[in-house]
């Protein structure tokens, strides 16, 4: 798509909202069960890597499914408005890998802030408890890039980008669409000291889409975010 400015989707706030409601419905009893300290270790670790699989990947349906049903069956769109565009891939690789450095050096400095003024090290990686869901070595390594590194960008860009961001920005500009659309993403991605560095994932993520007026772009980096945490973690966990 070469479109100098992003088409006006007829989807409203309130599909949004309608959207989002549904969401928050039923991953609420998730984020309950997150934040106990029974889901760390034990129960996580006894639940099958492939049915962990499956229900992760329903969940990523589900954001699609959302996204799909308030637009394209609703009123009768293509996908390419919600961002399914063609890309340059080689661009979107280099401009990813650099969007990359730069976030991983925002998130070092923000953990080194955060520990500074609150003396504790909490975890500032969104995958860092992957080995323990989907198993460790080469099999559970390919089970979490799967899920985790393939299908998840995909389903979230349709979702976040393509679906929510737009609306935001036809009703409320650019601005306050990245913004707005930024912290709504970090919201469900849980756990409180996520929330600015995500938010700033989120932002970024918006910032390419708009640019680039495709989703493929945002998915790029967000494939090379995901799958560089699990390599790393993996590889650190033996």
Do not use: C
């Not at 560095?197 to 680039?212: D, I, K, Q």
């Amino acid at each position: 798509m070469t479109a100098d400015v992003q088409p006006v989707v007829p989807w409203s706030l309130k599909d949004v909202v309608k959207a989002l409601a549904i969401l928050v419905g039923l991953v609420i009893p998730g984020f309950i069960f997150s934040v106990l300290p029974v889901s760390e270790g034990q129960i996580a670790s006894q639940v099958p890597p492939l049915l962990t699989s499956l229900v992760m990947i329903l969940m990523e349906g589900v954001l699609v499914f959302l996204a799909w049903g308030f637009t394209v069956r609703k009123y009768h769109v293509s996908w390419r408005q919600l961002g399914l565009a063609d890309f340059d891939l080689l661009r979107s690789l280099i401009h990813g890998v650099l969007w990359l450095i730069a976030l991983r050096v925002f998130v070092a400095v923000y953990a080194l802030i955060a520990q500074s003024i609150f003396n504790f090290k909490p975890s500032f990686d969104l995958v860092q408890g992957i080995p323990e869901m989907f198993g460790s070595g080469i099999g559970g390594l390919i089970l979490a890039i799967l899920v985790v590194s393939l299908v998840a960008p995909v389903a979230e860009e349709l979702f976040f980008r393509g679906f929510i961001y737009s609306a935001l920005r036809n009703r409320l500009g650019v601005g306050k669409g990245i913004l707005i659309s930024a912290v709504i993403f970090a919201f469900f991605h849980s756990r409180v000291w996520l929330i600015i560095p995500v938010t700033a994932m989120g932002a970024v993520l918006a910032f390419l889409y708009e640019r680039e007026k495709s989703i493929g772009p945002p998915i790029v980096l967000h494939v090379l975010n995901n799958l560089s945490s699990l390599i790393l973690i993996y590889v650190l966990r033996g």
